[in-house]
């Protein structure tokens, strides 16, 4: 049983951009998947059509054999966990409230008005600030924290969502190679103890190849490779960074020198 | 071809054609309407004299007397402010909402929000009080009334465009939740939009307790009421009371606002 079908789904633009084509891509429960590409290849779509961020123009997303359409839209998004480059997390509010928005799915409505939450839900939250290292930090607005604890706040909010599934796109696109690692390692560790799946997009071929399972490489919205790390040669690199008119993106010389 | 020491970063570095011919366009407007309005330079130099005499009457002994009637009327004045402010505040919250273009459930209830908001802001404050003091008789309660309907329409409108520039990351945030509609709003919409409509709700603040004390002219309560009587029985010991607590409580009101915005952004 997998854990994500992604069934021959496609993502058009109202312009005719093809951000995506029509792709067929399966996740075991409990994995760590990194998706690799060149800026535009279509990496963010695909993880945010999973989410239901976006909705794919054609095929379909199935999350633990549940289609994904307008009507379950919330639920399967509160199962599907996301993490940003951006970290998208509301700075004026401070580190445990952006934590417990991790909650809103299963607050009721007049709740949150009053910015209420239940005490499971604060044992959750708290849980999860522990297992990313900033419970001292419960208090501080999220603005003020640097770049590699917002990101832990960010991964914070996602485990809060107790999830299947942890969609990270670029999440350390935005950091520096240290905080890069604390990250990266936080991710594996969440994937091998909870058994949630994760799915990242990365820039840095080291990186997946560090930590992932499986590499997926996509092109102008094409797979163009699918296996484990060590399958991963050169001459698979060359056709994921390809570009249009044959010359080669620059992530592949950063990714080859690293 | 002469080699200019100085020149605008224009191709040939001149004045641009259309602003040269804007200018003169502009200047000949100006001219036109001057007379319009009457605008006449030698009765302006003529009236110098009265109003002079009019300054010279300012400065006479207070009525001292009169202060504790002052007190009331300017609490009064303060009052219909801030609670103008306050139940507009309420009011423009879930018209805002809909009038803004990413959090409005519909486009239709979008643009009839907008025309609604347009409405209510399309005549000043003392027209409405006329309206409301006709409807409801003197006193105070027309002049909040009309101060509400204005300015409601005035922080609909700017917490519409609060919102609209509010950045979308944290919003698509909290979305990836699953959250609600609702609960969107409530963690990432008005929180990111909080530092900006601040201080448009603080400049409202300002701008209603400086309108309450002219809602007096047409009865609506506040002290214009005794402005206008105390200017017309040329009762100055009052008038320059009067002017004083003015002057004295929209200091203090600026400072007020000051210290509050601070904190908050």
């Known amino acids: 049983m997998y854990v994500i079908q992604v069934n021959r789904a496609g993502k058009t633009y109202e312009n005719g951009t093809i951000a995506v084509h029509p792709t067929s891509l399966n996740f075991e429960p409990g994995t760590f998947n990194a998706i690799l590409g060149p800026s535009g290849a279509g990496k963010s779509t695909l993880l945010r059509m999973i989410n239901g961020l976006e909705i794919p123009t054609t095929g379909e997303v199935i999350i633990q054999g ?32 952006n934590v417990l928005t991790g909650r809103l799915y299963y607050s009721p409505w007049w709740s949150s008005v009053f910015y209420l939450f239940g005490q499971r839900d604060w044992k959750i939250a708290q849980w999860a600030l522990s297992r990313v290292g900033l419970t001292d930090k419960a208090w501080e607005r999220v603005d003020r ?47 091998h103890q909870d058994g949630i799946t994760i799915v990242a997009n990365l820039h840095q071929v080291s990186l997946a190849m560090g930590y992932a399972d499986r590499i997926i490489g996509l092109n102008q919205g094409h797979v ?19 570009r249009k008119d044959g010359s080669v993106d620059d992530s592949l010389e950063m990714a080859v020198t690293d | 071809m002469i080699a200019w020491k100085w020149r605008l970063p224009t191709k040939d570095g001149f004045v641009p054609l259309w602003w040269r011919w804007g200018f003169i366009l502009l200047l000949g407007a100006l001219a036109s309407t001057a007379v319009l309005i009457e605008l006449d330079v030698l009765r ?86 006329l309206v ?67 201080g448009t709700v603080l400049y409202i603040l300002d701008h ?58």
């Open chain 1, 66 to 97: 549940q289609t994904l359409t307008s009507q379950n839209l919330r639920q399967i998004r509160s199962r599907t966990a996301m993490v940003f480059q951006q970290f998208n997390l509301v700075g004026r509010l401070n580190v445990i409230t």
């Open chain 1, 145 to 191: 924290l640097s770049g590699g604890q917002q990101q832990r706040v960010g991964v914070a909010r996602a485990l809060t969502q107790r999830p299947e599934v942890i969609l990270a796109d670029e999440p350390v696109a935005s950091l520096d190679p240290v905080a890069s690692e604390g990250i990266m390692e936080l991710l594996r560790e969440i994937c």
């Open chain 1, 224 to 242: 163009v490779f699918d296996d484990s790390p060590q399958a991963l040669v050169e001459e698979n690199l060359r056709a994921i960074y390809q």
């Open chain 2, 44 to 129: 302006l130099l003529q009236s110098g004299g009265s109003l002079w005499q009019f300054l010279g009457q300012l400065l006479t002994v207070p009525d001292w007397a009169y202060i504790p009637k002052l007190l009331l009327k300017m609490l009064e004045t303060i009052e219909m402010g801030v609670v103008s402010t306050a139940i507009a505040l309420l009011l423009s919250l879930p018209l805002g909402v809909l009038a803004a273009r990413n959090t409005s459930p519909h486009p239709v209830l979008y643009h009839c929000i907008r025309n609604l908001l347009n409405l209510m802001r399309a005549l000043p404050e003392l027209v409405w009080a």
């Open chain 2, 132 to 198: 409301f003091v006709s409807a409801v008789g003197l006193g105070p309660l027309p002049g909040v009334m009309a101060l509400i309907f204005v300015t409601t329409g005035f922080l609909g409108k700017f917490l519409a465009e609060s919102i609209e520039v509010v950045d979308a990351n944290g919003v698509i945030g909290v979305k990836s939740t699953g959250a609600g509609w609702l609960q969107t709003l409530m963690f990432a919409v008005f929180p990111l939009a909080l530092p900006d409509f601040i």
């Open chain 2, 208 to 265: 209603n307790v400086r309108s309450a004390t002219i809602l007096g002219l047409v009865g609506a309560g506040g002290i214009g009421y005794e402005l206008v009587m105390s200017m017309r029985l040329f009762n100055y010991g009052r008038l320059i009371l009067i002017a004083t607590a003015i002057y004295i409580v929209v200091t203090i009101l600026d400072r007020f606002s000051d210290v509050l915005r601070s904190r908050v952004i």
